[in-house]
């Protein structure tokens, strides 16, 4: 009796090795397509680590982690150094096997245009956008080279794709996107050799506040649905293979143009 309950135990252990829990990093998870790929992964059954730079704030958030044990918030300022270090090690030796580099910032379009630009500005837009993920991302390869699936995502935009029509103004968020791509590009290659590979995936215009900032609501209300856009990005990013790293995908798998 006693030996059979031995060999039950290490029956029971070895399902539980090897059933795998897979890991997700969200930045600015606390609204629009950040907490929508938190509420889409947790659906999945995924582990997800939200970050937001102030969670007593993140009620949506808050409420959804109500619903799903699996979600863990945890404050994260992207361009804060010490809130990127305190994070990474409080979750060493924890494999994360996606980083979705999400959070990001228009910037005051105002302050975008000629005549009134503004270096202050600049160097925000450009510190959020295009240095937070390039450091995340250097924060967590150890993470993310212990996990399974060895992913680090950015989110780009349409408007960093220097090869298609551009319109005027956003200077410093066409910028950011652009840096971002040429960034991520870099480190694919060298992360290579940890397996790690690296893509920058552009969501579509989608029906966010940074959306309805750019464009106005009534406009923003025809464009995608956040669901369908994360949706779309969720399958891109699982079917992510070491040929896509280096890559700048559309949202609906389409490799993009740099
Ligand atoms: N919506 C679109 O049509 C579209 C198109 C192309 C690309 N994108 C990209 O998609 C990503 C998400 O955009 P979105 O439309 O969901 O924008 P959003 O609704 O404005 O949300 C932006 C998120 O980023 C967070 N954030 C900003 N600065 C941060 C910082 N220093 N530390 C941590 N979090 C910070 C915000 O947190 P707070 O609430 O604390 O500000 C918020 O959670 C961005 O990278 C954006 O450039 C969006």
Same mark, same amino acid.
């Given at each position: 009796?006693?030996?059979?309950?031995?060999?039950?135990?290490?029956?029971?252990?070895?399902?539980?090795?090897?059933?795998?829990?897979?890991?997700?990093?969200?930045?600015?998870? @606390?609204?629009?397509?950040?907490?929508?790929?938190?509420?889409?992964?947790?659906?999945?059954?995924?582990?997800?680590?939200?970050?937001?730079?102030?969670?007593?704030?993140?009620?949506?958030?808050?409420?959804?982690?109500?619903?799903?044990?699996?979600?863990?918030?945890?404050?994260?300022?992207?361009?804060?150094?010490?809130?990127?270090?305190?994070?990474?090690?409080?979750?060493?030796?924890?494999?994360?096997?996606?980083?979705?580099?999400?959070?990001?910032?228009?910037?005051?379009?105002?302050?975008?245009?000629?005549?009134?630009?503004?270096?202050?500005?600049?160097?925000?837009?450009?510190?959020?956008?295009?240095?937070?993920?390039?450091?995340?991302?250097?924060?967590?390869?150890?993470?993310?080279?212990?996990?399974?699936?060895?992913?680090?995502?950015?989110?780009?935009?349409?408007?960093?794709?220097?090869?298609?029509?551009?319109?005027?103004?956003? *200077?410093?968020?066409?910028?950011?996107?652009?840096?971002?791509? #040429? #960034?991520?590009?870099?480190?694919?290659?060298?992360?290579?050799?940890?397996?790690?590979?690296?893509?920058?995936?552009?969501?579509?215009?989608? @029906?966010?506040?940074?959306?309805?900032?750019?464009?106005?609501?009534?406009?923003?209300?025809?464009?995608?649905?956040?669901?369908?856009?994360?949706?779309? #990005?969720?399958?891109?990013?699982?079917?992510?293979?070491?040929?896509?790293?280096?890559?700048?995908?559309? *949202?609906?798998?389409?490799?993009?143009?740099?």
């Amino acid at each position: 009796m006693k030996n059979a309950s031995i060999v039950g135990l290490a029956l029971w252990s070895l399902c539980i090795t090897s059933v795998r829990a897979e890991t997700v990093l969200v930045t600015g998870s @606390n609204r629009g397509i950040g907490l929508e790929f938190v509420k889409q992964s947790a659906a999945l059954g995924w582990t997800v680590i939200a970050t937001a730079r102030t969670p007593d704030a993140a009620d949506e958030l808050k409420a959804l982690a109500a619903r799903h044990r699996m979600i863990r918030i945890e404050a994260l300022d992207v361009v804060e150094r010490a809130s990127v270090e305190a994070l990474a090690a409080k979750y060493a030796g924890t494999a994360i096997d996606v980083l979705i580099n999400n959070a990001g910032v228009l910037g005051d379009l105002s302050k975008q245009q000629l005549g009134s630009f503004d270096y202050e500005e600049f160097q925000n837009v450009m510190a959020v956008n295009t240095y937070a993920p390039l450091a995340l991302s250097d924060a967590f390869r150890a993470h993310v080279a212990a996990s399974a699936q060895k992913k680090i995502v950015g989110i780009t935009s349409g408007s960093g794709i220097i090869s298609a029509p551009v319109g005027g103004g956003s *200077y410093y968020y066409k910028a950011s996107k652009i840096g971002l791509n #040429m #960034m991520f590009k870099t480190l694919a290659t060298d992360l290579t050799g940890e397996g790690i590979i690296v893509a920058v995936i552009a969501p579509g215009a989608v @029906n966010t506040d940074m959306r309805r900032a750019a464009v106005g609501a009534a406009r923003a209300a025809k464009d995608l649905p956040v669901d369908e856009s994360v949706r779309a #990005m969720i399958k891109v990013i699982d079917g992510l293979s070491r040929a896509d790293s280096g890559r700048a995908l559309n *949202y609906d798998g389409r490799i993009l143009p740099w």
